[in-house]
């Protein structure tokens, strides 16, 4: 069985430092950083992907984000309320049977609250760290956006959701960062990599982020292209 459509929803911006998406390169160059979620269409019902900003964010964004705001800079409408986005599907967040959390960054969560009635997918050792992280990460984890009486299921490695939808280990820029391999009906598999992989520049190193929990890790889940020997024989292989 297979996921029947997924729709990319987006969820506001970031204005970050490039050298946060790929370490060592572009110190003092800002971007803008798409904040994105995912909703799958499965036969097991609705699954979705993170949960964005936190609305409340709009109103009082220190309120929402604490000091951090004045640093990344969040930018977000009334539509980027992942509830808002859900209902331009004509879904409610009752509607939604599985949230999987890549991470527990505030940029990653700041919906979670709203889905009481959802199962939450996250690493074990990625809700342990958010609990209780290295000073120098703590920022990026703000409790108030996660740390809610919801009914989170805490996994060990790679694990099927629901039919078609998987999640594999992806640590580095996290403790317990995980990415969603989803299998869809009529093309090809995609990976959804969470902030594993923030843009093709990483591919190419690889490039780690700039701020992460592990940098050997994160190069380690990033995907290595297999070169081609001259004689296009595999590489190491005898005469």
Not at 75 to 96: F, H, N, P, W
Not at 105 to 112: A, I, S
Not at 122 to 143: C, I, N, T
Not at 210 to 229: D, L, R
Request: glycine share 10%; proline share 8%; charged share 20%.
């Amino acid at each position: 069985m297979a996921v029947r459509k997924m729709f990319f929803l987006p969820c506001g911006y970031i204005d970050i430092d490039q050298s946060t998406m790929t370490a060592g390169a572009g110190m003092g160059e800002t971007v803008r950083a798409p904040v994105l979620s995912a909703l799958l269409s499965t036969d097991d019902g609705w699954v979705l992907v993170d949960t964005g900003l936190n609305p409340e964010g709009l109103e009082s964004p220190e309120r929402a984000w604490g000091p951090r705001a004045r640093v990344v800079r969040p930018a977000m409408t009334k539509q980027d309320d992942i509830r808002e986005r859900l209902r331009e599907l004509d879904v409610s967040v009752g509607d939604v049977r599985v949230v999987v959390n890549t991470h527990l960054h505030w940029d990653h969560t700041g919906g979670n609250r709203f889905f009481r009635e959802s199962e939450f997918i996250v690493q074990k050792a990625e809700y342990r760290f958010a609990l209780h992280p290295d000073g120098h990460l703590s920022a990026a984890y703000m409790e108030n956006h996660f740390r809610h009486p919801l009914n989170y299921r805490l996994v060990e490695g790679a694990m099927e959701v629901v039919p078609g939808v998987s999640v594999i280990p992806t640590p580095g820029h996290t403790a317990g960062h995980q990415s969603v391999v989803v299998m869809l009906a009529d093309a090809p598999a995609v990976v959804w990599c969470g902030d594993a992989v923030y843009c093709y520049a990483s591919l190419e190193g690889p490039v780690p982020p700039g701020h992460c929990w592990s940098q050997s890790f994160a190069v380690n889940s990033i995907p290595h292209p297999q070169p081609e020997s001259p004689s296009g024989r595999e590489a190491g292989a005898g005469p």
